[in-house]
């Protein structure tokens, strides 16, 4: 049944409120799912402070109009569209997506995405999917951080302990 203006207007208002609080949006194409696969994926999402929104093209495209994004078009997009919007980590939404993707072969798809007001094709969002998450970023940094303070240590307590086995050396040759 098809929806009354006031609903659209409401759909449109949520979509907006959306929009601005996102920090990344990945749109899909998800003409393939069932209830329960939409189900699991809006609860993986969920569970990293993601939104799952499934609306009509024409909807997302008066909520995005104002944003001005070069290259963005809703419309062109195939199938039925859904927004999976960021709130936390810009890259878990892609990262999520392209997990559940995995197990389910060509029944969801990347369209495309916004990320710091800019358009990403699909080739860019499943780019965006293989990079690590902040946690793992700042593992590395703390790792390549800590490295030469490691290495110090382990040079200085070589010393000692060589000097430790010169001295057994000849104590026991003694």
Partial sequence: MPKSKEQK??????????????????FTSYSGLTVKDNEDLRIKL???????????KTLFSLALKDKAIAGLEVKEFVGQIAAVFGYGDEVSPAKI?????????????FVGGIL?????????????????????LYAKIVGSINAPVSGL??????????????????EEKK
């Fill in 97 to 109: 997506v392209d997990q559940f993707k995995k197990n389910k072969e060509g029944k969801i798809e």
């Fill in 9 to 26: 207007r409401t759909i449109l208002k949520q979509l907006s409120d959306k929009i601005g609080k996102a920090k990344s949006i990945i």
């Fill in 46 to 56: 969920r569970q990293e402070d993601n939104e799952y929104f499934a609306a009509k």
């Fill in 153 to 170: 240590v382990n040079a200085l307590a070589g010393n000692i302990r060589n000097l430790v086995q010169v001295l057994k050396a000849i």
């Fill in 116 to 136: 710091e007001n800019k358009y990403l094709s699909a080739a860019e969002v499943a780019s965006l999917a293989k990079l690590p998450s902040k946690q793992e």
